[in-house]
């Protein structure tokens, strides 16, 4: 690279020196502020990243690492930690060191774990201590020595004087790495480059900055120097790669986005929470851990059944990172938070931006000022037609600056080059172009002393955690009444909720209820357990009861988690393991280090090459049960203090939520801690009126119930006709009602006079309400049995039990029975004649759901079972009810007068196979099962699968869980592993002789008709030049739509949905389908640039509006499907699947 030519940004324009000279020198003699300019989604930056070839991939929400190492303390440390963590870098600083412990500290942090889980490494010595040399750098740095950054860029930026300069240089020859860049200034070059950082982060390379610098360095004739080995272009890219809305608000339909974006106006409270979620096997000593955690004794722990959920039982001062307990008594942390808005109190006005008319204008554009001064504000939406009536539409702000506060406190260093910085807070726009409250009236560090530097950052933290309006100033007004003193220092904490799941096979089908990507997992072994040790009582599929081994159910523990809370980043969620009963083994404390360092390994073996490895982190650790020695003491600090490590560098922490959301959070908390586990939406509405900033609007309450259901925080069923009046406060309630009805080990000691009932129910599955509610009647503290039908509806909307209904004498009614049934307990094999095939009957091919790493989590398939209980009857023959573990068979008819037809559907060996079989006496012209009862069947079983899976995040391209793959119909033996072929292969291979080579028993390949095959389960995927002589599935369904349906006004939620199932960049085929004007089309895609599914969900509801304008009436559900129809023909690509899913919902 020529260093001396000009030096050009991503938009073709070059780089003026003497005008950035100028600039800098402005910069220098005034403000300084450090404030990096965020890369939006559209930007030319996001643009060029997309080269992988030419530049270094920078996806993840972490950037990198930073080391910031000095042989002292200086000041300019913490401006170049505030830029970093402006650029979503995590930041180490480690002052005061010799060169030996400079050396060390490289080579340690260069083979870190975490260094997998970022994209780049930057190491920066600011100050150079005697001895110091260069060389050993690059050396630690290559692939060989630290293998977690091959193909990375590293880079090396070295502060000190002349004679460090010219050793870069002269020594930075000899490196090899293809991925590294050095370089060093004198103490007068930092400043320049900080400034550089500051002004082209956003469209500049870290190369082409460096240019820049040494131009500057040319000019001004300060030393500087580079060596420079890398393959491409390395760049910052500044921003959030994911949204900065929590993960539960990512998978809401873009109307609900709106509604939370909105609510986001009001005013925003950062929210540190750490959720440690404690697995492992039965007595491995969760429940120890656990408690532990929370510094309780441990002397009474029994075995967990259910979970037992600790929520804000301990809490993090985050500053001096020291965990306490939090004794049930005293407040949570979001009444902590309420205290920080108390905390800026009307003294520290002049601080914070004038909001006093934010409640009647929230889209106002805020800026700090006096509060003196009139408040000048613009309309940042004043361009932007209106998307809802009465309100504005989302802010699209393009650039954004963020700061974060160092967490280490340095002294100040008189220091020439730095001592006079000032780091500013500045206001920060997320990618959803929401601005945030500008925090910059701050005084300089140098001017005060330094205990008061302290306490202003005290406060500054404060400040910066809690954005307010007046709406969160009245909520002030109310805990003043406590008597809280407003002059006390407020520390910044964090929540800490810890959730004990038991180890026993049979509550898993609720355990995955409550996995989140948003937690820390802790896996917890007994160091005792051989690995190869024989586990009962587990029953995986059609084959019944199964044994297993320990490190089966270890295996099965971790995918089980990581099937269902699967993070959209490589590593989340992550996985820390922790031995237990070290006590009980006879060794030396050196010995047992050897044993547990064998033992992970070889957990960490059963997942060599999978994904999950990422996951599981490096470092273990090793506990005593019985004791709390000052060993077992020092392990858990250690082990405390690294689950913090993890929680600060993940997406969520410190992220935004609605202010207005705190103070009802803080009153059903209190509600629940005072014995009410549920209460009426009626009630929630009363209680959210009595507050001091209420929020007020019926649909804004509807989603933070939403939210906080997917979050697991409280259970609300929106879509239910019988639950959506009830808000069930504490998750806990529930699964205790749950695990009292199922707790068998200790039953015939509470329960004995029902113990030959419970029998029955536990062999059969069958629970009658009855039993239900006298097993409930001896909890008398529970409220369970006063609220017995409102359980038993909430545990079958979880699909953990279903009513069972069986099909009446008419072959079309359904007759409900008087028990439920709970398919997780069920235990009685299937007899194998129930999957031969019945020659005097009409039948599928067997159709199954193959799972990503052959991996079905059995509680899936309980569920599942529940979930088709509610829509089908099961089938029966005499009367035996055809329900077996693993098993089901269903009557699926769809239409009075249709032939019998029942669905069998079953999960053997990672899979869930379904078949269906047609019964007739008539003489049919098709030996076929109709295509059009095959494609609702398979859709819907498909579509619950696919909500089981996609819960808790967002499904990226090519992210399937399943793929379906089809059984030859000549298979006779082994129906459960022979003849499978993929529906993929099967259709490209129609029009051509394929053949089947997949039989075991079979010694030669026969011929398979393809058409045959594919044509009952997936008739529309046959090529339109292949003659069938049935219509297709989804003309049929369209035609056969009920009237009343179709002539119904679309609503919003549905235009909501319909929006997800349009992709591609010709969407544009619906507007003008529908007639929407160019203009409109194109206003809308400017103002929600980085989201095709809000441009088309805008769209249609600017449609909606203008038929409801000049027509008096929304147009109907039939309009527009006939439209979207239409411009499928013309090329929109839709998944039919889906807005067929989304009509049968309704």
Not at 539 to 564: A, C, H, P, Q
Not at 764 to 774: E, I, Q, T
Request: proline share 4%; aromatic share 10%.
């Amino acid at each position: 690279m020529d260093w001396s030519s000009e030096v050009t940004k991503l938009d073709g324009t070059k780089i003026d020196m003497d005008a950035l000279d100028r600039s800098f020198d402005t910069w220098v003699h005034t403000d300084r502020k450090i404030c990096i300019t965020s890369c939006s989604p559209d930007s030319l930056m996001a643009e060029q990243m997309k080269n992988t070839n030419q530049v270094y991939p920078i996806t993840r929400y972490i950037r990198g690492r930073v080391l910031l190492l000095s042989n002292a303390k200086y000041q300019a440390l913490r401006l170049l930690q505030d830029i970093f963590t402006q650029m979503n870098y995590k930041v180490k600083i480690e002052t005061e060191k010799s060169a030996d412990e400079i050396r060390s500290i490289i080579e340690k942090e260069a083979q870190n774990e975490d260094n997998k889980f970022v994209d780049s490494f930057l190491v920066i010595v600011y100050g150079t201590p005697d001895t110091f040399e260069f060389g050993y750098i690059p050396e630690y740095l290559n692939d060989h020595n630290a293998p977690n950054l091959a193909g990375k860029p590293k880079l090396l930026y070295v502060i000190g004087d002349d004679d460090i300069v010219r050793q870069i240089e002269q020594t930075g020859q000899t490196n090899k790495d293809p991925d590294f860049l050095s370089m060093s200034t004198g103490f007068n070059g930092v400043m320049f480059y900080m400034f550089i950082l500051c002004q082209f982060a956003h469209e500049l390379s870290a190369q082409e900055i460096w240019r820049v610098l040494l131009q500057s360095a040319s000019f001004h004739n300060f030393a500087a120097s580079t060596h420079y080995t890398m393959m491409k272009q390395f760049y910052f890219f500044p921003g959030l790669t994911s949204s900065v809305l929590p993960n539960e608000v990512e998978i809401l339909d873009p109307g609900d986005m709106y509604l939370y974006q909105k609510m986001l106006q009001y005013g925003t409270v950062k929210n540190y929470n750490v959720r440690l979620m404690f697995v492992g096997l039965k007595g491995a000593g969760k429940t120890s851990t656990t408690r532990r955690m929370m510094e309780q004794d441990i002397d009474d722990v029994t075995s967990t059944d259910g979970i037992d959920v600790h929520i804000g039982r301990c809490k993090i001062d985050i500053r001096n990172r020291k965990w306490e307990p939090v004794p049930d008594s005293k407040g949570s942390v979001s009444n902590e938070r309420l205290r920080l808005l108390q905390f800026i109190d009307d003294d520290s006005r002049s601080n914070v931006p004038d909001i006093k008319h934010l409640e009647e204008n929230p889209s106002g554009k805020l800026a700090s000022r006096d509060t003196n001064q009139p408040m000048d504000t613009d309309d940042v939406f004043k361009d932007q037609a209106p998307v809802i009536p009465g309100s504005s539409p989302l802010s699209r702000s393009r650039s954004a600056c963020s700061s974060k506060r160092s967490r280490d406190e340095f002294d100040d260093d008189n220091d020439d080059d730095s001592s006079s910085l000032s780091s500013s807070q500045s206001s920060i726009s997320n990618i959803s172009g929401f601005e945030h409250l500008n925090m910059d009236s701050s005084p300089s560090p140098s001017s005060v002393s330094s205990s008061e530097y302290d306490m202003f950052h005290d406060q500054d933290d404060v400040i910066d955690d809690v954005q307010t309006t007046d709406s969160m100033r009245r909520a002030r007004r109310v805990i003043e009444q406590s008597g809280t003193n407003t002059t006390e220092v407020i520390r910044k904490e964090a929540s800490v909720s810890l959730w004990d799941f038991a180890g026993q096979f049979v509550y898993y089908a609720t355990h995955q209820l409550f996995f989140s990507p948003r937690a820390i997992y802790v896996l917890v072994l007994d160091m005792t357990d051989d690995l190869d040790k024989t586990l009962d009582n587990w029953y995986l599929d059609m084959r019944g009861r199964e044994s297993i081994e320990v490190k089966g159910g270890i295996n099965f523990w971790l995918r089980s988690i990581f099937t269902y809370a699967k993070g959209c980043s490589v590593g989340v969620p992550p996985m820390v393991m922790v031995g237990t009963h070290a006590d009980e083994l006879n060794m030396t404390r050196r010995e047992k280090e050897v044993l547990a360092k064998s033992y992970f390994g070889k957990i960490r073996k059963l997942f060599q090459g999978s994904s999950l490895a990422n996951n599981i982190r490096h470092e273990y650790f090793l506990l005593d049960n019985s004791s709390n020695n000052e060993l077992t003491k020092e392990e858990m600090d250690k082990l405390k203090d690294y689950i913090l490590s993890i929680a600060e560098t993940s997406p969520y922490w410190g992220e935004n939520i609605p202010a207005k959301w705190l103070e009802l959070e803080q009153a059903l908390e209190e509600i629940k801690m005072g014995g009410k586990p549920f209460i009426t939406m009626n009630q929630l509405r009363r209680i959210d009126d009595s507050l001091a900033s209420p929020i007020g609007e019926y649909e804004q309450l509807q989603l933070y119930l939403r939210v906080n259901h997917e979050a697991g925080n409280l259970i609300y069923f929106s879509d239910s006709h019988k639950l959506n009046d009830i808000v069930i406060l504490d998750p806990q309630w529930i699964i205790n009602a749950f695990k009292s009805l199922i707790g068998a080990t200790e039953f015939s000691k509470k329960y004995g006079s029902l113990q030959r009932q419970w029998d029955d129910f536990d062999s059969s599955a069958k629970l009658k309400k009855g039993l239900a509610k006298r097993i409930w009647e001896l909890d008398e503290t529970s409220l369970f049995v006063k609220n017995s039908d409102v359980l038993l509806d909430v545990l079958e909307k979880l699909d953990i039990i279903a009513t069972a209904m069986v099909l009446g004498a008419d072959g079309y009614t359904v007759r409900p029975l008087d028990y439920y049934y709970v398919p997780c307990m069920l235990k009685q094999k299937a007899p194998r004649n129930l999957l031969e095939n019945n020659e005097n009957a009409i039948q599928t091919p067997v159709l199954c759901l193959k799972f990503k790493d052959d991996f079905l989590p059995p509680a899936l398939f309980s569920r599942l079972v529940a979930h088709c209980m509610g829509k089908w009857p099961l089938a029966c023959n005499g009367p035996h009810i055809l329900l077996y573990c693993g098993f089901a068979m269903f009557a699926v008819n769809f239409g009075k007068g249709e032939d019998l037809h029942r669905l069998t559907l079953f999960a053997q060996n990672s899979k869930i196979c379904m078949k269906i079989t047609r019964y007739s006496s008539k003489t049919k012209s098709t030996n076929m099962v109709d295509p059009n009862i095959c494609d609702r069947v398979r859709r819907y079983i498909a579509s619950a699968v696919r909500k089981e899976f996609t819960r808790f995040h967002i499904p990226q391209p090519g992210d399937t869980q399943f793929t379906y793959v089809l059984q030859c119909k000549e298979t006779n033996k082994n129906i459960e592993e022979d003849g499978f072929h993929r529906q993929e292969d099967l259709i490209e291979a129609i029009g051509t002789d394929f053949f089947c080579c997949e039989h075991s028993d079979e010694i030669h390949p026969h011929h398979m008709k393809t058409v045959e095959m594919v044509h009952e389960w997936f008739r529309d995927k046959i090529p339109p030049n292949i003659r069938l002589e049935s219509p297709l599935v989804l003309d049929t369904w369209l035609q056969n739509l009920p009237k009343a349906l179709k002539d119904t006004n679309v609503t919003d939620r549905t235009i909501s949905r319909l929006s997800g199932c349009i992709t591609g960049s010709n969407w544009i085929y619906l507007p003008k389908q529908l007639k929407i004007d160019e203009v409109t089309v194109e206003h809308v895609q400017e103002n929600f640039f980085d989201n095709v599914r809000n441009q088309i969900f805008q769209c249609l509801y600017t449609w909606t509006m203008v038929c409801e304008k000049q027509q008096g009436k929304k147009p109907t559900n039939g309009l527009l499907l006939e439209a979207m129809k239409q411009a499928a023909d013309k090329g929109l690509i839709i998944d039919w699947e889906e807005v067929q899913n989304i009509y049968d919902d309704i």
